[in-house]
């Protein structure tokens, strides 16, 4: 197999919760450089890192940089497979309902939602990386 | 929290105020802990994180109010 010519599967793990730290915000700036080349790029959420894509925060009272926003339009930069711990939202007291969209489907408008998986399917979307970028 | 004595009173600040959020898998402990100390968290990093179901007994301050404790307690951080 020559694996120069391959496309690279790349996986960028979220494990931190998104406030009290940058990982979060590092990791979505990995993301979005690596969606910008020729790769397959999915991104999970697990432990603590499914806080990132909850909905209604408002980090206004402490000004830091409002970059949640951005989950909202992954989609926007072909960042389409993102997936969720179903244990760490359960875990955590967090609804499927509660979580963030993350863009709008290009032809139909409707929105799109994180796909929420179990450890063996994450398992098994990791064993397919090439590169796993953890934070 | 082993080392609350039953007069001191605990203040949730960053990513310390998960631990107020309702029907975690570790709620039961902030419950168990409300059963004899006064447990306050911050407003202004609940609603950055978006936590809206918080544990019933968990006091709500802001920044006057975080100053407030402050100068009533002998503050000790644990970062």
Known sequence: MNESSE???????VRKAPHGTIYVQEALEVMLIVAAYSMNISVV???????????????????????????????????????VDRDALKNRGINENELTEIGEDENTGEPVHPQVLSHKEIYKLMQEQHTILSF | ?????????????????????????????IEKLLEQNEVYALQADIKARGLEQLIKKVKITDYEGFVDLIEQHTPQSWL
């Open chain 1, 7 to 13: 496309v690279r599967n790349v996986m960028v793990v």
């Open chain 1, 45 to 83: 959420f697990l432990d603590d890192g499914v806080y990132a894509l909850k909905k209604g925060q408002d980090t206004s009272e402490l000004g830091s940089k409002p970059f949640m926003s951005a989950f909202r339009a992954l989609v926007d930069w072909e960042i389409e497979h993102v997936y």
């Open chain 2, 1 to 29: 929290m082993g080392y609350l004595g039953s007069e001191d009173i605990v203040l949730l600040i960053e990513d310390g105020v998960y631990a107020a959020a309702a029907g975690t898998v570790k709620s039961g402990l």
